[in-house]
């Protein structure tokens, strides 16, 4: 017989009907001779129950009907008398198509993050973890829905680049070369001469710099892939290998850009909740996952917000204000320091109380690519709306998100080819490997501007997740590429 999948047996009205479902055990009882089976097979995180008669079934059988089990079920759809589901499956056979024996690590409920975290090849058949991939597949289809929609293109940029798009120099590096026998020159250099690409060549930490090739020739374009970072930051944000996503669009100004990043990020909400809403529902409702009880209502909050836009100068004096009035932080905001999670957090969740997105960052701690804003005779800088700062800077637009911080960094770029320049001398940077992000700028510049929003924490906010390691199938963190 066909295989009816569980989420449409559960839809399924033609009661009398015989059908075939098949899918792992997720708990056995019993009671005066009759069994119950709720079994699951990842379509849903509904299960649809079996019922049987002990007596019609071997002995043997039965036993081997155990959490995890593997199971193929035939039998009558009947309507349910049971409180919560429509419908439910009389058997008549039961095949085991895969034993699971007593040391199945997944018996109890209530495990907690880090034991799942060590079983993470099964942990995606626990209801939570099955929820959350869920919702992250439908993530994945909101965003390119939303770009096809809007008139992007899917572009596709390398993940082995012989350039450093951050300038941060957090990359891990692909080479061929026998690592127990590397050649150096005079200086003690490595040769790459003989190496694979004939250069140095690192995984990406961005495709930006290859999406700005793209947005120049075919208008708007978007990014969707693996990005590699090598920061050995242990958090509950980080990982060593996350998903990004980067749109990068020509002639799109500041204002633009922000209007883009909400209306961009309210789509993805907004799709969860019209799409995703049994997974929703299970998270939100679900005793073990109390942070999340308000889950539901802080995505509807969301939508109904207009972010606010805010000069980095401005939040810094905000920040400076919290102080005077007692607000103890852990490290130092002066103007020019790059924010902590701590003060986006403040900003977003205690003073504001709604999603951020800060503009006219200090250039001392963005990349080299940012337009700049004008300076002013006094060493200072006007930017966003006429908003003076203290100092040079340049037109970053990140988005803070309360529980999450920075889920979106973007900024608009420089298309002087002069300005951008006096930059890169500036920094004292090494040009000889983005020669041809130069010519960008050199053959019909244009302005532009674009993002990055990480993936996993969007999905970190869309789940209520408070551990990045939680919403990635397999993460690769600092000591840990298992599984
Ligand atoms: O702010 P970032 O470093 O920006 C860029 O890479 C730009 N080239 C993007 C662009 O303008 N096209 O990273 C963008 C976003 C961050 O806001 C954050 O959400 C996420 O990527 N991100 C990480 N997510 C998980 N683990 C990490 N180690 C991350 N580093 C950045
Ligand atoms: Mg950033």
Redesign the pocket.
Known sequence: MKRTKVIDALKCTAYGSDICVKGWVRSKRGSKGIFFIALNDGSTIKNVQIVGDDAKFDEETLKRITTGACLSVEGKLVESPAAGQASEIQATAIEILGDCDNTYPLQKKGASWEYLRTVAHLRPRTNTFGAILRIRHNMAMAIHTYFHEHGYFYFHTPLITASD??GAGNMFQVTTKNLYDLKKDEQGKIIYDDDFFGEQTSLT??G?LE?ELGATALGAIYTFGP?F?A?N?NTP????E?W?I?P?IAFMDQEELMDLEEDFIKYCVRWALDNCKDDLEFINNNKFLTPNADLIPRLEGVLKEEFVRLPYTEGINILQEAIKNGKKFEFPCEWGDDLASEHERYLVEEHFKKPVIMTDYPRSFK?FYMKQNQETADGGSVGYKGAVAPGPTMQGT?VLFPSIG??????VREESYDKLMSEVKRREMDMTHLWWYLDTRKYGSCPHA?????F??LILFVTGMQN?RDVIPFPRTPRNAEF
């Open positions: 798009c951050e930490v961005s930006q999406g990005t970072r920061e930051s944000r980080h990982l060593a996350f990004m980067e990068e990349s990140d920075e889920i979106i960094g973007g900024s674009g993002f990055g929003l990480g996993e924490r990045i």
